[in-house]
């Protein structure tokens, strides 16, 4: 059964509505500071239920601005924090208690405009599935955006190329060759829905949504229409906050990001042009000394001397060590992320901007 | 749901009392956010099956003078209930807490929830236990709410304090009187895309529903309004038909929003616009060839070997490095570029 169980991989995500607004709650709560938890429910042919979350214990730092940093920093780290892996069996074993899918599959973190490729969730992503079990799953939320209308929510996996290159801990050139490993390889998003439970529904059909159907009588006046009681409240769904004009402030966050992106790109691909002028200043002189040794040895051949021994040089010279490729590629996840973010705000602003267009120049 | 219901309070009701331990029952209002009660509909569907209602903890927020009160959490507490006795796990509900209270320190406890609408004399004992002294709420009165959770009928909220009563000194621990108080769903901005989402799936038959996209919501946001506007216009045509009876309220608040739409001059429209889609584009423009100059630069720090043998190793590898800077420094110049022409413009 377990073998059986292996064998599929997880295809898709399934989120219980009060996941959701657990997170949300979270996420809000904790913003800017990077807000994460754990999430329990059961796997189901494939299909990971997610069923139930708790948020992780915070550490009491005040929040001055010197300090934000840390805090949040320790906030990301906490999944993997051992205090929180016994904070979290003790809440799953109370759990059991009440009936609830008492199994781990996975921990969520907030972000703030798909800002979330770094080493922080790669490390935490691969302690779940390496430490707890495989088939764990990180849900992403993304607060910002999700201000702006309508909820982001994703879930990703490392794949198995990478957790085996993680596992190792060698990023060099050579590696990444032979694995061929690229860096849209990383990680693995996994389709999601939201589920309901029957009640919710029922709930959810209680709560006014559309404009009563039948006949209304006709408001005596102004102030009367104003003060209707029938006159619904905006619907929950489909959320006209979307409609909203003011997209520029994300555009200009998510160029900044990029910007930052590239900067660091830039810094990485500095570090491995020094790496490479200093392994050919290094072989360069291992060059000159292999031939220095073989011009001595043939001298001493000449005169009839035993030859010194070639490969000392192994010894006396040392090779820089390559530094580790795994920064360049996350940042170049992130990169994409960011590329394809910008793709999505552009479709709708511009959407939006014909619209106002032809709504102000009727006729064109 | 009660929200429409009118609470009056009178009196205080007179109780036999401990002196100096009369705890307030000032009239409050509770704020009930949307997850604390998904969590008591999730808890009321993995109750066990012989028992018919499940009871709770509720966590969160008073104000200072101790009237308004907001949940913001709950947790479920196991409790197993006969004809004649009650009994509740003390331990859990104290250990949930503590674990609770790690993880949120700003929240307190604020009472109880049971997933039915039956008040009984097992209710008062809980709600005595829950705003009792020491572990309790006290001096604030614990709230009570109840959510009825029977199939086939509407879920119905209600939210109570008690007072203390009793007819004799033996039964006071397990009689209260329980005292209907407002209540209010509430949910924040920052939980409406969530919720938004939520009930897109009411209407579906599996109850589920995927992430949409941002482009995906805006359609529908504007196929809603579209279809709000064709009503409207309709029933205008109506009345010009002289099908329809007018309403002069009616045509007063159409002229208002009629009026909202602002004069511009077309020429300062259109330059405006052009400008405005113009940064846009070109924003994501660029933000696509970084993208492709991101590519290229791995490839290239990574494919560049495979051209030669292993003596060419350092050569080539350097070189593609190199390239992949300067074409990474080109993007970045572009990049800064097409930003400060949008803040210029914008």
Not at chain 1, 67 to 87: C, E, F, G, T, V
Not at chain 1, 280 to 301: F, L
Not at chain 1, 333 to 349: C, H, K, L, M, P
Not at chain 2, 208 to 235: F, K, P, W
Request: with cysteine.
């Amino acid at each position: 059964m377990a073998d059986l169980l292996k064998e599929s991989p997880l295809r898709a995500i399934q989120v219980e509505a009060l996941v959701v607004m657990k997170i949300i709650k979270h996420s809000s709560q904790a913003f800017p500071t990077t807000a994460t938890g754990s999430l329990v429910g059961m796997d189901v042919n494939g299909t990971l239920q997610v069923t139930n979350s708790f948020p992780f214990p915070t550490v009491d730092i005040p929040t001055t601005d010197g300090h934000q940093d840390s805090a949040s920093n320790l906030a990301a780290a906490a999944p993997r924090a051992k205090a929180n892996a016994a904070y979290q069996n003790e809440m799953i074993k109370f759990l059991r208690e009440v009936n609830v899918d008492a199994n781990n599959v996975g921990w969520y973190t907030s972000t703030s405009m798909g800002n979330f490729v770094n080493a922080n969730t790669i490390e935490n992503q691969f302690f779940y599935q390496k430490e707890m079990n495989e088939r764990t799953v990180a849900l992403v939320h993304d607060v910002s955006r999700s201000s702006q209308g309508s909820l982001s929510l994703r879930a990703f996996r490392l794949s198995p190329s990478f957790m085996v290159a993680y596992k190792e801990g060698k990023f060099t050139t050579e590696n990444l060759q032979k694995s061929g490993l690229r860096y849209q390889d990383i990680l693995v998003e996994l389709p999601l829905t939201i589920h309901n439970s029957h009640l919710l529904t029922s709930l959810l059909h209680q709560l006014p949504s559309d404009a009563p159907k039948e006949e209304l009588p006709f408001p005596p006046n102004l102030v009367a229409l104003q003060q209707d009681p029938n006159t619904p409240q905006p619907p929950l769904y489909p959320n006209f906050d979307s409609l909203d004009l003011s997209i520029d402030p994300f555009l200009e966050k998510t160029c900044d990001l990029l910007l930052e992106s590239i900067e660091n790109h830039h810094t990485e691909l500095n570090n491995h042009q020094y790496y490479q002028r200093s392994l050919g200043r290094e072989q360069a002189k291992i060059t000159a000394w292999q031939q220095k040794r073989k011009a001595e040895n043939a001298a001493r051949a000449a005169a009839k001397q035993p030859p010194l021994p070639e490969d000392e040089w192994q010894r006396l010279f040392k090779l820089p060590q390559e530094p580790s490729r795994l920064e360049v590629l996350l940042n170049s996840r992130q990169v994409e992320q960011y590329a394809r973010q910008v793709d999505g705000f552009t479709a709708s602003v511009s959407t939006k901007m014909f619209a106002v267009k032809s709504n102000l120049l009727p006729g064109e | 749901m009660s929200e429409r219901d009118s609470f009056l309070h009178l009196a205080r009701p007179l109780g036999p009392a401990p002196i100096g331990a009369q705890p307030s029952t000032a009239p409050l209002s509770v704020v009930i956010q949307p997850q604390a009660i998904f969590s008591i509909l999730d808890h009321s569907l993995r109750r066990p099956q012989d028992q018919d209602r499940v009871i709770g903890t509720l966590l969160g927020s008073r104000s200072e003078d101790g009237t308004e009160i907001e949940i913001r959490n709950c947790y479920a507490v196991p409790h197993t209930e006969t004809a004649e006795q009650v009994e509740v796990d003390m331990d859990y509900q104290k250990q949930m807490l503590a674990l609770h209270l790690r993880a949120n320190p700003r929240e307190v406890l604020v009472g109880w929830y049971a997933t039915s609408s039956e008040l009984n004399t097992f209710s008062a004992l809980i709600q005595n236990f829950y705003g009792q002294q020491g572990d309790g709420t006290w001096p604030h009165p614990a709230v009570h709410l109840t959510v009825s959770t029977v199939p086939g009928q509407e879920i119905e909220a209600r939210t109570y304090i008690s007072a203390p009563i009793g007819v004799t000194a033996e039964r006071a621990a397990d009689s209260c009187l329980f005292i209907p108080v407002p209540y209010e769903i509430k949910y924040g901005e920052a939980e409406k895309s969530g919720l938004e989402l939520i009930s897109s799936a009411k209407d579906r038959e599996d109850r589920t529903q995927g992430i949409i996209t941002d482009i995906e919501s805006l359609e529908r946001a504007v196929q809603h309004v579209l279809d709000m506007l064709e009503r409207v216009s309709n029933y205008v045509n109506n009345v010009l038909d002289e099908e329809a009876s007018p309403s002069s309220a009616l045509g007063q608040f159409l002229m208002n929003a009629l009026s909202l739409a602002p004069k511009v001059d077309p020429a300062d429209i259109e330059r405006d616009f052009n400008a405005h889609i113009q940064d846009v584009l070109v924003v994501s423009y660029l933000a696509n060839t970084i993208r492709t100059q991101i590519d290229l630069s791995n490839r290239l720090a990574t494919a560049a070997l495979t051209l030669g043998t292993g003596d060419a190793l350092t050569g080539t590898g350097e070189g593609g490095g190199r390239e992949g800077g300067e074409r990474q420094k080109g993007g970045e110049r572009r990049g800064g570029k097409g930003r400060q022409q949008r803040t210029v413009e914008a």
